[in-house]
C-alpha cells in the first residue's frame, strides 16, 4: 500500500503536466505584466483546478473510484495535490517578482 505522498503523486501524475503549464503561462504573465497580474493568475489557477476536477469527474471517473475503494478521501487527496501545486505557483511567483521587479522598500 502506498504511503500519504505515493497516494497524492498516483493521483496528480495525469494532471502535473497541465498544472506546470498553466503555472508557467501565469509566471510569463508575472513578467511580462509585473505583480498586477498576480490576481489575474491566481484565478486563472483557479479555473485551471475547476477544469481538471470537471475532466476527472466526467472521464476519467474510474480513477475516482480506485482511490475512494482504497479507503482515500477524494476531497483531501484534490486538496493535497492543489494545495501543493499553489504554494509552488506562488513561490515561483514572488521569486520572479522579486528578482525581476526588485524589492521596493
Do not use: E, W
Not at 503549464?21 to 501565469?26: H, M, P, V, Y
Not at 509585473?34 to 483557479?46: N, S, T
Not at 476536477?53 to 478521501?73: C, D, T
Request: glycine share 8%; aromatic share 16%; hydrophobic share 50%.
Amino acid at each position: 500500500m502506498l504511503n500519504s505522498k505515493g497516494v497524492v503523486r498516483q493521483f496528480n501524475k495525469p494532471y502535473y503536466t497541465i498544472n506546470n503549464l498553466i503555472s508557467i503561462i501565469c509566471v510569463l504573465g508575472l513578467i511580462k505584466y509585473g505583480a498586477g497580474f498576480i490576481a489575474l493568475a491566481i484565478l486563472f489557477k483557479l479555473s485551471g483546478y475547476a477544469f481538471l476536477i470537471l475532466y476527472q469527474h466526467y472521464v476519467k471517473n474510474r480513477s475516482i473510484l480506485y482511490f475512494q475503494n482504497a479507503g482515500f478521501s477524494i476531497r483531501r487527496l484534490y486538496l493535497r495535490s492543489f494545495g501543493a501545486d499553489m504554494i509552488r505557483f506562488l513561490l515561483l511567483g514572488l521569486i520572479t517578482i522579486f528578482i525581476l521587479h526588485g524589492i521596493k522598500s
